[in-house]
């Protein structure tokens, strides 16, 4: 009688257990798919940590997307790459060409916006702060409010907090860099 039982409720914790799956996958990541899927874009797990997605947007732009990060792509009705990101928490790296179409990419946060032509970086945001850092070439940091603006150079990265005052740039240290870059799998 309990081998019946079992048998029983087997088939519907399977469905009840692939209902969940499919549920909690529309839930985490259903913007990114129909922006990725409306502007040529895909989304794919990376095969050395699969916690982190990569966006790829044809040969010229790619974003890595550090595990628990919240943003959304810019909508960008006929054109093939969204133009921007805007971070609300988390970390992206993002790598980005321009091309005949579009010359820059930027990442929108609560504290900053990181704009380039053509580089890699990577900004991380939390609570207090949204930090910068130029992975290779060069990137315009200015505050949310569009003030106050300082390009970073390769190795160089700014930490922007609420207010107005200064934006500090600075050569980061190895332990740093390397942190950031883990939430990457790099």
């Known amino acids: 009688m309990l081998e019946m039982v079992v048998r029983k409720s087997e088939p519907r914790f399977v469905s009840w257990t692939l209902v969940a799956v499919a549920v909690a996958s529309a ?97 991380e945001v939390t609570s207090e702060q949204s930090s910068t850092l130029a992975v290779s070439g060069s990137v315009d940091v200015t505050r949310a409010n569009g003030s106050r603006r300082v390009t970073l150079q390769t190795g160089e990265g700014a930490d922007v907090t609420a207010g107005t005052g200064p934006i500090t740039v600075k050569r980061w240290g190895e332990k740093r860099v390397q942190a950031l870059l883990a939430r990457f799998a790099q």
């Open 27 to 123: 839930l985490l990541y259903p913007q990114v798919r129909a922006l990725g899927e409306s502007s040529g874009c895909n989304l794919d797990p990376d095969d050395r940590d699969p916690s982190v997605k990569i966006l790829r947007c044809g040969e010229d732009l790619t974003i890595r997307i550090a595990a628990e990060t919240d943003y959304r792509l810019s909508e960008q009705k006929g054109q093939a790459l969204p133009k921007a990101a805007q971070l609300k928490s988390g970390a992206l790296m993002v790598e980005f060409k321009p091309g005949a179409h579009q010359r820059r990419f930027q990442i929108l946060t609560p504290h900053a916006i990181a704009a380039v032509r053509g580089t890699t970086w990577a900004v």
